[in-house]
């Protein structure tokens, strides 16, 4: 590749990085904004069952691939764990009042959890020193941050055990995406993954009554917008960018998103819902994204069948395929 080409490219790589930096720690904001005045299950189970059905319908136009019964099976059992157990979790997590900033450190965990199911439990990559530290690190900042903020009346505990629920679960369903029999087509497997995701939080939905609770117009134009964006800014553009970014930009560099997206949800947090940004919280944070760090440049926590290094360390705002095409794991934020 010519010199201005590769300068060109590279520009191209960062604009599109920087992007998917501020969208994707926009998302804890506008989960908020629809808990406002929208119930909280079933403003989740709008936005997947909508930005599904666009992906879903799209991408059989486009590819013309057919779906089996195995496929859906398995896209299932991702988006129950991942939309519905990670996702869900998320927008309860923050309904319950726990701070946007909080939650979106506590998701910077999913990391440190595969390293931890990957490399220990299953075995499938020596742990090292640096994956070592990362998870002795990570998972103290963690109790600094949650028993700090628990001890202080600054978020409540259970709510912030809500948001440790749906790490372990978004970790877990990642893993097992890694050898679902998903179609080839990321766009479409996403699509389906959200609409029985979707589905499911409806049915939790319904079952807790949240549908009594709804009243169309009583919701508040904020969460309108906040409904919109995540929509389109968090499931399409996000989307759209984080899978150019895998096949025009190094895994690594692309993963970094993961330490980067909770600084832009503290800040936000601080910024607009005036949540409380102390020392402890700083210093928490900074302790689990260091750590994440270092487990990111261990070499990630998943490995493919080529036996590329793969950061599966997407954060419960998004949605999981695999890419066979691309002979990666994508962790996708939706």
């Known amino acids: 590749m010519p010199p201005d080409e590769r300068r060109s490219n590279a520009t191209l790589v960062w604009v599109v990085l920087g992007g998917l930096y501020f969208v994707w720690g926009t998302t804890y904001l506008g989960i908020e904004k629809v808990n406002e005045t929208a119930p909280t299950l079933i403003g989740a189970a709008v936005r997947f069952l909508f930005a599904g059905s666009v992906l879903f319908g799209w991408s059989t136009f486009r590819s013309g691939e057919r779906t089996n019964v195995t496929q859906w099976r398995a896209a299932g059992t991702v988006g129950v764990f991942l939309v519905l157990g990670g996702n869900a979790l998320v927008a309860v997590s923050e309904n319950m009042g726990t701070p946007t900033g909080v939650v979106s450190l506590i998701i910077a965990l999913i990391p440190l959890w595969l390293a931890l199911f990957d490399r220990v439990l299953l075995r499938s990559a020596p742990l090292g020193p640096r994956v070592v530290a990362g998870l002795l690190g990570g998972f103290a900042g963690a ?130 819902l005036n949540e409380a940004l102390t020392a402890r919280v700083l210093v928490a944070g900074l302790v689990i994204l260091v750590s994440v760090a270092l487990i990111v440049s261990a070499g990630g926590t998943a490995r493919t069948d080529l036996g590329g290094d793969v950061e599966a360390v997407a954060p419960p705002s998004l949605v999981s395929d695999a890419d066979e095409q691309g002979g990666s794991q994508v962790q996708t934020e939706i």
């Open 143 to 272: 109790a600094l941050l949650i028993g700090g903020n628990a001890l202080a009346g600054h978020a409540p505990l259970g709510g912030m055990l809500v948001a440790v629920a749906a790490t372990v679960l978004w970790a877990t369903g990642s893993l097992y995406a890694r050898r679902a029999a998903l179609p080839g087509n990321a766009l479409l497997g996403s699509g389906m993954q959200q609409l029985v995701g979707g589905a499911a939080i409806l049915a939790v939905a319904i079952a807790s009554g949240e549908l009594g609770q709804l009243h169309v117009g009583q919701i508040s134009r904020d969460s309108w917008l906040g409904l919109a964006w995540l929509v389109v800014a968090g499931s399409f553009v996000g989307f759209s960018s984080y899978l150019w970014l895998l096949r025009n930009a190094r895994t690594s560099l692309v993963s970094t998103y993961a330490f980067v997206n909770p600084v832009v949800a503290v800040t936000l947090g601080w910024l607009v």
